[in-house]
């Protein structure tokens, strides 16, 4: 029997693991290609042989996703399997489009074949958008299970943009293994809170082997938590799935895929920075929760800042420098540095467009959205000499840096400059702790 030739159109990360579950060992079907978006210098590479598998010996080749509408007529392509996140629906409907009209079938996976079952006990952190705050609210879980003396591993969303061979399986413990991995700055902003807060986490490519490593962590392990990327849904079938909204963007939880299914399908949803939004924002998204996910719990939460040195804030010329995925393609115009600027006073935001050099002044024309920050995008040694320099060329008192990973490690930065952190920090009942007891007795874990 022919096997049916398809392109699984990804970035880097569900695409992979899509292939990896249900496509890798099965002879009905041939994928003669990946293609990417969304992340800088992914395509032109190939999923290696080590990890394709048996039926490809070669591998598979990867392209820009521009290239799409001709690789389906050049390859005789039956079927492209949508695999990548947080893009509104328009957006997936007219990559659809583009599908069909080249002559292939559509098709998004759904979690029954893509989720994989743990021989422990998992919670999963999933968000309707990209910046809502899973990072925060899957520190605030582990806290909280830590203080009842469970072993937890996090296993975060993959970001494999390096040497794919050699992530397959990848262990963070320390701030030394960041470097170790050749880590981005994305990736960073992931695992350094967990490392210098003494948590394992894992990532890398194949998540069925970073799931039996996790299990097995030498430090032990009670509790898998999925560490969420995007909007996308967990890997891992949760026992205890949790979703946080943003109100600073409402009506998103029902506009982006797949957000909309990490909200139907949650058993907590967080709304999360209620301490920023309005009234009306906040009601809108609880509104919208009890529409499509009535039987879920609701809790609202502050997403609390505190400034290293808010004295070089007040009355000065600033730059902020926000997270950068949160910016890109999560299309948000601020980030906690913005809040911390306006909310301590200071003089003027400058604008950092004009300053910008190389790669930075491709982020910029590609997403017109963004005004006066600044995303902190790493993805490679020459995309951190452009960052630096950008943030050395702005003329301002000092630089307000709001990604949560310590940019100061990795570039040079010479003026004076502060760190945004934030925290979430639940308001009133039901709360995580009571959440979390639930959980813990269900599971037995005392």
């Known amino acids: ?66 290239q799409l509408a001709e690789l ?9 399997i949508f695999s990548y996140s947080d893009l509104s629906y328009e957006k ?20 029954k074949n893509t989720m994989i079952k743990s021989n422990k006990p998992v919670i999963s952190v999933c968000a309707v958008r990209t910046g809502t705050g899973k990072s925060q609210t899957s ?40 470097k170790k991995h050749n880590c981005t700055i994305e990736e960073m902003e992931e695992y350094e809170p967990h490392v210098i807060r003494g948590n394992i986490i894992y990532a890398g490519v194949d998540y069925a082997d970073i799931l039996a490593a996790a299990e097995n962590d030498p430090d032990g ?45 949650a ?35 502050d997403s609390t800042i505190t400034v290293d040195r ?25 980030g906690a540095g913005i809040i911390a600027a306006e909310r301590l006073g200071a003089k003027e935001i400058i604008e950092a467009r004009p300053y910008a050099v190389g790669s930075l002044i491709e982020t910029f024309e590609k997403y017109p959205h963004i005004e006066n920050v600044l995303p902190a995008m790493g993805y490679g040694e020459q995309q951190l000499k452009d960052l630096e320099a950008t943030i050395n060329n702005v003329d ?15 570039i040079s930065i010479d003026k004076p400059y502060t760190r945004v952190h934030y925290e979430l920090d639940e308001v009133g009942s039901p709360n995580l702790d009571e959440v979390l007891k639930d959980f813990i007795q269900k599971h037995k874990l005392v």
């Open 267 to 301: 058993d907590v949803n967080i709304i999360n920075k209620i301490d920023s939004a309005s009234e009306e924002a906040i009601e809108i998204v609880e509104n919208n929760i009890k529409l499509v996910s009535p039987n879920s719990t609701i809790i609202k939460a």
């Open 221 to 265: 392990c009670d509790v898998i938590l999925w560490d969420g990327g995007n909007n996308d849904f967990s890997f891992y079938a949760p026992d205890l799935a949790v979703n946080v909204l943003d109100p600073h963007r409402p009506g998103h939880e029902l506009k982006y895929y797949p957000g909309e299914v990490c909200l139907r399908t």
């Open 396 to 410: 301002c008192d000092a630089v307000i840096i709001g990604t949560p990973m310590d940019l100061s490690r990795i």
């Open 72 to 80: 389906i007529v050049e390859l005789e392509v039956d079927e492209c």
């Open 1 to 66: 029997m022919k096997r049916k030739n398809i392109i699984i159109i990804g970035a880097a990360g569900r695409d992979f693991h899509n292939f990896n579950t249900v496509y890798r060992n099965d002879e009905t079907y041939n994928v003669v290609a990946f293609t990417a978006a969304q992340i800088p210098d992914i395509d032109g590479r190939k999923y290696p042989k080590e990890l394709a598998g048996e039926l490809y010996p070669e591998g598979i080749p990867i392209y820009s996703e521009d």
């Open 310 to 334: 808010p004295d070089i804030i007040t009355g000065k010329r600033v730059l902020v420098v926000e997270d950068g995925p949160t910016l890109t393609h999560g299309e948000m115009k601020i």
């Open 92 to 111: 997936v409907m007219g990559i659809g489009a583009l599908v069909n009209s080249a002559g292939a079938n559509f098709t998004l996976l759904g979690h």
């Open 139 to 178: 520190r605030k879980i582990i806290e909280t299970l830590l203080e009842h003396d469970l072993k937890v591993v996090a296993i975060r969303h993959p970001m494999p943009y390096g040497d794919l061979t050699a992530q397959r399986v990848q262990r963070f413990a320390t701030v030394e293994d960041l």
